[in-house]
């Protein structure tokens, strides 16, 4: 029913920028939250940043201030906008669909139901 793909990923120097997309299909895009997360090698899947139905933010401490997530309704699309970028970003990103509609964004993995492939993020210092 739902579907989500992403793209983005690649290979970048300490200091550097990139731009996650993540199209989705399937489902009355505006009324659900989104969410982006990442997993490193060895490491949980972690939160990294959550958008509301309404647009409203939220970003775990570690990329706060350098990440910036949005969404474009009319193209059923979430971005992660990604500045100053260190080894420690580097990690598979992968974005989610919540659960309920209306929500707000949520840290939890268990609150999203649909994931997106996963792209590769890679760092280099």
């Known amino acids: 029913q739902v579907q989500l793909v992403e793209s983005g990923g690649g290979l970048v120097q300490t200091g550097g920028s990139l731009r996650l997309s993540c199209a989705a299909s399937g489902r009355t895009f505006s009324r659900y939250a989104m969410g982006w997360f990442r997993q490193a090698p060895g490491k949980e899947r972690e939160f990294v940043a959550g958008?509301?139905?309404?647009?409203?933010?939220r970003y775990a401490d570690s990329v706060q201030g350098r990440f910036t997530i949005s969404r474009d309704n009319d193209k059923n699309t979430v971005y992660l906008q990604m500045n100053s970028l260190k080894p420690d970003d580097t990690a598979v990103y992968y974005c989610?669909?919540?659960?309920?509609?209306?929500?707000?964004?949520?840290?939890?993995?268990?609150?999203?139901?649909?994931w997106g492939q996963g792209t590769q993020v890679t760092v280099s210092s």
């Open positions: 989610a669909i919540e659960k309920d509609s209306y929500g707000l964004g949520s840290s939890q993995k268990k609150n999203y139901n649909y």
């Open positions: 958008i509301s139905w309404s647009g409203g933010t």
